[in-house]
């Protein structure tokens, strides 16, 4: 009899923990958010299953990443489906206060980092993490029409990998820019041209680091800031 008392408590333990999972992840929804207690009972209702630790070393990595004052940083909401744990940072490049945006100008530009993980590994990834990034920006004509504009956008990536020695491999992408033109009754500029960059690779280890310090600096070329130092006058007229 304390036998089957026991194995019922264990059965409804592990309805009450479903229900509350499934309660959890739809008030995250309804809010906007990646609620923390959503993830914890996700990895108990698996019965402790995965091995947080590789990836808890990974997102506690980030805070170490160091940027231009220009672009802002902070988490938001990950995907939900692609890994069993997920984390995601926002990126922005900001306005000083003090400038005033005209109607038509290059416009805004932001990023996407994403940290995706499975401790039991992915065939396609050929390995536990993956890097998921994502970058768009508005742009000027005189940039938007150079041919070379794609390739450079990736170079960009690349060389900010390299040059800081990250540990990646499997890496993957595509450039898109696009020429936009409005007519009739519409606000905005009458031409716009926007650059997009999609890109992911399998990180070899827990450093986050210098893999979102990279992004970071290819939104900041994307966004045409002027190099560290040095002031864009054009701004100030």
């Known amino acids: 009899t304390q036998g089957v008392s026991s194995a019922a408590s264990d059965v409804y333990k592990r309805q009450l923990i479903g229900k509350l999972a499934q309660s959890c992840q739809s008030s995250a929804r309804q809010l906007g958010i990646f609620s923390q207690c959503f ?15 590789a990836f808890d070393s990974a997102v506690d990595s980030l805070k170490t990443a160091q940027f231009r004052p220009e672009i802002e940083v902070g988490p938001i909401r990950p ?52 890097i998921v990034t994502y970058i768009q920006a508005d742009m000027d004509a005189a940039v938007a029409e150079d041919p070379m504009l794609t390739e450079v956008a990736w170079t960009w990536l690349v060389d900010g990998l390299h040059e800081r020695d990250v540990k990646f491999s499997m890496l993957g992408g595509t450039v898109t820019a696009t020429h936009s033109v409005r007519y009739g009754d519409i606000s905005g500029p009458p031409r716009a041209y926007q650059l997009e960059l999609r890109a992911s690779w399998t990180a070899e280890d827990n450093a986050m680091t210098s893999h979102l310090e990279a992004v970071a600096e290819t939104l900041a070329f994307v966004a045409g800031l002027p190099p560290v130092g040095v002031t864009n006058l054009s701004k100030h007229h």
């Open 39 to 53: 993830s914890v009972i996700i990895v108990t209702s698996e019965e402790n299953s995965l091995d947080t630790t």
């Open 79 to 130: 995907p939900q489906r692609l890994a069993p744990l997920s984390y995601a940072v926002g990126l922005e490049v900001s306005h000083p206060d003090e400038l005033i945006i005209p109607e038509q100008s290059e416009g805004d530009a932001y990023g996407r980092f994403i940290i995706l993980c499975a401790p039991s590994g992915q065939d396609a990834w050929n390995g536990t993490t993956r």
